[in-house]
DNA sequence: ATGGCCATCATGGATGGA
């Protein structure tokens, strides 16, 4: 089975992309972020036309996240557990035999900055629920934007990078906590490879120049590591007309 | 040296993204 996720920066404003894409590669399960639409306007019709369920949790302007899969949806969670959000950023769902976490982590902005403590005190909750709730021998995927990048081999100039959001030590202590709890950063279980970016900026015609993050991730438990055959980066959908900033990142697993 | 793009809401320009 295929499974895919997909920071689109807003859904509507990519719809037609996306439901071309979505008709082409048949992913059976697809976790979206940036979707920037209220849960009333959610675009379902043309997603269900394809053949898929689709939950999704959702905010005027900012942030959202959905999970679509060709599989019933169940037990949908939003949120994280002791944590009030006003952002809508954690969808979690059963599907596909999978215990699957949509996650938009918070950008983070600068260091130091009010948007910066929201984002440690964000993984802090995420990790703290999963660590209370979470299951590591069960099959579980926590996938979506995490907004850092795991290590200098994820990032165009490492040097330029240090210590600054989305590479400090800080975030990356948290990434590596939810890795301790019991989770494999599946892209790399296939390659060591340096620029293997999945977001690139809009600006300076960065993608061209090669200048991108490795930020949007699939983190699986240990049942699902024997079963991960591929992991890989969909940069054609980076290019074209009106694309997303991100690249959408696809996984492949072996039947159970 | 700085910022250079894009989406949203709204209809100008601020905010946010990463």
């Known amino acids: 089975m295929l499974i895919a996720t997909h920071n689109v920066n807003s859904l509507r404003a990519r719809l037609a992309r996306f439901t071309a894409w979505l008709e082409r590669v048949q992913p059976d399960v697809v976790c979206l972020q940036e979707t920037k639409v209220t849960d009333d306007l959610f675009p379902k019709e043309p997603i269900e036309a394809l053949g898929y369920h689709v939950a999704f949790h959702g905010q005027k302007t900012y942030n959202g996240v959905a999970i679509l899969s060709k599989t019933p949806i169940e037990d949908v969670v939003a949120g994280i557990a002791d944590f009030e959000d006003p952002q809508a950023r954690s969808l979690s769902a059963t599907t596909a035999g999978l215990r699957v976490r949509c996650l938009y982590v918070p950008n983070g902005k600068e260091i130091p900055s009010d948007k910066y403590e929201y984002k440690k005190a964000w993984l802090d909750a995420l990790i703290a629920e999963t660590r209370a709730s979470w299951d590591p021998s069960q099959p579980v995927v926590l996938t979506g934007d995490f907004n850092i990048a795991p290590d200098e081999r994820d990032l ?44 690139w900026d809009y600006r300076q015609a960065a993608f061209r120049r090669a200048m991108g993050m490795r930020i949007d991730l699939f983190l699986i438990s240990a049942p699902l590591v024997p079963r991960c055959t591929a992991v890989t980066i969909d940069r054609q959908e980076r290019k074209g007309e009106k694309p997303s900033d991100h690249a959408p990142v696809l996984m492949e697993l072996n039947d159970a």
Do not use: F, I, N
């Open 156 to 199: 165009w100039d490492p040097e330029g990078w240090h210590e600054k959001v989305l590479c400090s030590t800080p975030e990356r202590e948290r990434l590596q906590a939810l890795l301790d709890w019991g989770l494999t950063d599946a892209h790399r279980m296939h390659t060591d490879e340096a620029g293997q970016y999945t977001w």
